[in-house]
């Protein structure tokens, strides 16, 4: 299976973390990655994500939406025996002001197995990119 992961501590409070995480109508002001994320956000339901580099919109189905803590999304590409991705955002609080951003993806399906080092480098830094990017939108209203 292949996979990335990213984390980054954010100096704010877990609930903090998660309203400007799922703040998706403004990810357009902040986030160069994902133009466009527009779902009910009820388990089962599909998203609709334009992501910015790839120049497409992608309709993948929340897996899990737990207020605070979770939110976890899968697409795929023909179907999941073909290649599925798994996308995960995951909170922990570290203290009071504090919360760690846990940020990844997972791949499976027999066309995973032919995505490059050079993509998963590329998805891993994006993935980064974000977390920087929400840590400043976070940290600079405080």
Sequence with gaps: MKQ???????NAHLEEVWTALTDFKNYPEWNPIVGKLES?????????????????TYFPVLL?????????WQGTKGSKFLVAAKHYYRLNAI?????????????SGILSNFLTKTFLSTMQAAFEQH?????KRIEKNK
């Design 4 to 10: 990335y992961h990213t984390s980054i501590t954010i």
């Design 40 to 56: 009910e956000m009820k388990e089962g339901s599909k998203i609709a994500t334009f992501i910015v580099p790839l120049r497409n």
């Design 64 to 72: 899990s939406y737990k207020e605070n803590q979770e939110l976890v």
């Design 95 to 107: 203290s009071e002001n504090q919360t760690e951003l846990l940020h990844g993806e997972y791949f």
């Design 131 to 135: 977390n920087v990017l929400l840590k």
